[in-house]
């Protein structure tokens, strides 16, 4: 079951910008912890960065300063600046009901992903 929708994935060159939306399929999210994982090719998922419901943000330490997390209600943004190959993979929206922690298991609803591509 799809509970949020993830899109804005693509390709784009080392440098390069994209941004990433998630909307929820059904369900209201706009109490709860949101996030975006990163999930690159043989690799654990890891956080790009959570926003709790009243904006304040977290980032994983391998995308401070070039990522950028915001939320309007329960529409969760990622863009994405300074792009390196190392951030293709797959991008994952998650939310939990608040920001117990920032790994993998401390989120319980999930997006099917989009996929991001970086080239040289």
């Known amino acids: 079951q799809v509970q949020l929708v993830e899109s804005g994935g693509g390709s784009v060159q080392a440098g390069g910008s994209l941004s990433l939306s998630c909307a929820p399929a059904?369900?209201?999210?706009?109490?709860?912890?949101m996030a975006w994982f990163h999930q690159a090719p043989g690799k654990e998922r890891e956080v790009v960065a959570a926003?709790?419901?009243?904006?304040r943000p977290h980032y994983g330490d391998n995308y401070k300063g070039r990522f950028t997390v915001s939320r309007v209600g329960n529409t969760l943004s990622l863009e994405m600046h300074s792009l390196k190959l190392e951030d293709s993979g797959m991008y994952y929206c998650?939310?939990?009901?608040?920001?117990?922690?920032?790994?993998?298991?401390?989120?319980?609803?999930w997006g099917q992903g989009t996929r991001v591509t970086v080239s040289s």
């Open positions: 059904a369900y209201s999210y706009t109490t709860y912890c």
């Open positions: 926003i709790t419901s009243t904006g």
């Open positions: 998650a939310a939990e009901v608040t920001c117990y922690g920032f790994g993998e298991i401390d989120f319980g609803h």
